[in-house]
């Protein structure tokens, strides 16, 4: 089973920049896709963006256009760059693959906060 380490977060200004960075205990090329949920407290997780393995995205309404996923297959590692983030971008930050579309998603890995305050 895949092994997930997702690191970089921390504290940001709003209307700052961060990069986050998940990396997978596997090759990139026989996982289907990796992505970003983040999870708020009192709040439903939320898809953030995803990634297939032929480099086709994905990107939540509340992030389109601010975030930007990215991937390095040579590192089987995932990337996640916030850019503008807001208060409401405060979560903590998962990392899943999935072995098909919408299917075989993995365990989390242990998350990396992010906190977006002046």
């Known amino acids: 089973q895949v092994q997930l380490v997702e690191t970089g977060g921390g504290l940001v200004q709003p209307g700052g920049s961060l990069r986050l960075s998940c990396r997978a205990s596997?090759?990139?090329?026989?996982?289907?896709?990796m992505g970003w949920y983040r999870r708020a407290p009192e709040k439903q997780r939320e898809l953030v963006a995803s990634i297939t393995s032929g480099g086709s995205t994905k990107y939540g309404d509340s992030v389109k256009g601010r975030f930007a996923i990215s991937r390095d297959s040579d590192k089987n590692t995932v990337y996640l760059q916030l850019n503008s983030p807001k208060p409401e971008d405060t979560a903590v930050y998962y990392c899943p693959t999935w072995t098909g579309p919408g299917i075989g998603e993995s365990p989390w890995g242990p998350g990396t906060q992010v906190t977006v305050s002046a």
């Open positions: 596997r090759h990139f090329f026989s996982i289907y896709a």
